[in-house]
């Protein structure tokens, strides 16, 4: 079974500097890998707590159990359910709103099932489905009664799947552009606006091989189209990333990032792009490359070779451009403009050895080959952008991430506090470091803070490894959560070397 060891520290266990602030370490769990249950991950839901799911290692029957564990925002464990799933389902997607988990299972049949917990009592709700087996699903988010999952076909088409995750009721909604080939469409990704009550998807179509087109189509919460407008193509751009915000009645702003290479998985630059109705009333595009701030993250003779180039190219009459993945956040609205945030990334590869053996008239041949495996993403900074009303770049900034944590998906690492005074509050974890920053409305870095979280469990703990992730939870507490390999040489009682998940919740006073 499980093991479970907790530490609550009444005092000042740790602490560092964030603007004015104190923090403190309330409270750590620690819960031994490697035992009965894999796949840890949590769900934070304000005063109401968090909820921890796993799944057993092992089936029983044919079926593996799903567990939930409720906490309090003591991090005291109020209540536990279980959920028996076939083992021939996996977990495919899984979102989450202020009040609820939502987790959707599918096997390759296309037998489906959506599981509901829910935070304030963790109350289960299941529901049973049945989909097209040829279908590829991701994505899910939630409004109100639905669920919605982004789906592809192989032979081509997006569709956009929702579930009513109180009595199961499925649809299917073919995404559809007028007078363009459905399999030419595709669903690169939605996003739901719960203010009001609305879904966008965000479609590219391939009009050649060497062009593409970008389309917004606006959905109710009825799953119905409501609007489908194409993005004006200033200089004929490739839109990656897109996230919308609304401004009034069929107002919205969409920033995002775009690529002048059609086939590009990173981007060159951001965009901003103002709408009314299905038309659009300004859409400014911005480089990378031209940015003040954007290669400041970067050691000086790196960018001192990258303004060379740039020069070099200008005076040839030749464009340069440097190119990014960006992870974006949602934009974040302020008193005269708007906030872009990108986490920028590049996937890394390493190369394995193996061996093969083949038999040639009775005698064996072995021989030894490399092959290139993905290594997961290595974030390396982020950008804060800052634009006017009339989508103006008034600032930028850049600072260094470089996590030691490498995700094998695209994930967000900095945890966005919210506005205070005119200063937007930013966070991320990172091993055992946590690093906070304070940047105000015109573009100053005015706190940069890397401290060491010293809550271990046992005296003579020292991390050797750890994957770590900050999440802002209620009030001023966040929560510090991830896995850890800690090895002890003074506490006799304990092994010299164990593997943890842990949970630390944070107080800044």
């Not at 499980?2 to 004015?20: D, E, G, M």
């Amino acid at each position: 079974m499980r093991k479970i060891t907790f530490l609550s520290i009444a005092c000042f266990l740790a602490a560092f500097q964030w603007t004015s602030a104190q923090v403190s370490t309330e409270k750590r769990l620690e819960f031994e890998l490697k035992d009965d249950y894999v796949g840890e991950s949590i769900y934070t839901f304000g005063e109401e707590g968090l909820i921890m799911r796993s799944v057993s290692q092992r089936s029983d029957g044919g079926n593996r159990e799903w567990k939930f564990d409720l906490y309090d925002t003591d991090l005291e464990l109020d209540k536990t359910k279980s959920v028996e799933m076939p083992k021939s389902y996996y977990s495919d997607e899984t979102t989450f709103s202020d009040e609820r988990l939502h987790t959707f299972f599918r096997d390759k049949r296309g037998n489906c099932k959506l599981v509901t917990a829910e935070a304030k009592n963790l109350n289960i709700i299941e529901v049973e489905g049945k989909m097209n087996r040829k279908l590829y699903t991701s994505q899910l988010a939630v409004l109100g009664d639905f669920c919605y999952l982004k789906a592809t076909k192989k032979s081509g088409g997006a569709f956009l799947i929702s579930m009513n995750w109180k009595n199961g009721e499925m649809k299917t909604i073919p995404v559809t552009i007028s007078g363009v080939n459905a399999k030419k469409i595709q669903l690169k990704n939605f996003q739901v606006l719960k203010e009001s009550n609305e879904i966008f998807l965000y479609a590219q179509v391939a009009v050649s091989k060497k062009k593409t087109e970008s389309y917004i189509i606006r959905l109710n919460d009825a799953g119905e189209i409501v609007s489908t407008f194409k993005l004006s193509r200033k200089g004929d751009y490739n839109y990656l990333a897109i996230t919308a915000y609304k401004l009034d009645q069929d107002k919205y702003i969409f920033t995002g990032t775009y690529s002048s290479k059609f086939t590009a998985l990173s981007s060159d630059g951001m965009f901003i792009c103002k709408t009314e109705g299905d038309e659009i009333s300004q859409l400014e595009v911005y480089r990378f490359i031209d940015l003040d701030n954007f290669l400041d993250f970067m050691p000086k003779k790196s960018r001192s070779k990258i303004e060379k180039k740039k020069k070099k190219m200008a005076d040839k009459n030749r464009d340069f451009a440097i190119s990014y993945q960006l992870a974006v956040h949602n934009i974040i609205p302020v008193e005269d403009g708007f906030i872009f945030l990108g986490e920028a990334f590049y996937p890394t590869y390493r190369t394995e050895t193996y061996t093969t053996t083949s038999f040639v008239n009775g005698h064996a041949t072995t021989t030894t080959q490399t092959r290139t495996v993905f290594d997961g993403y290595q974030y390396t900074h982020a950008l804060v952008a800052k634009f006017n009303d009339e989508c103006e770049l008034a600032w930028d900034v850049c600072f260094k991430m470089y996590s030691i944590t490498k995700p094998f998906y695209v994930k967000k690492f900095i945890s966005v506090s919210g506005m205070e005074e005119d200063e937007l509050k930013l966070v991320f974890a990172d091993f055992d470091r946590i690093i906070s920053m304070t940047v105000d409305m015109e573009g100053d870095i005015s706190q940069d803070k890397e401290s060491k979280v010293m809550d271990k469990e046992k005296v003579g703990d020292k991390t050797l490894y750890s994957s770590t992730f900050i999440r802002h939870w209620y009030d001023n507490h966040y929560l510090v959560y991830g896995t850890q390999l800690i090895k002890n040489k003074e506490d006799k009682s304990v092994k010299k070397k164990r593997s943890v998940f842990f949970m630390t919740k944070l107080a800044y006073e």
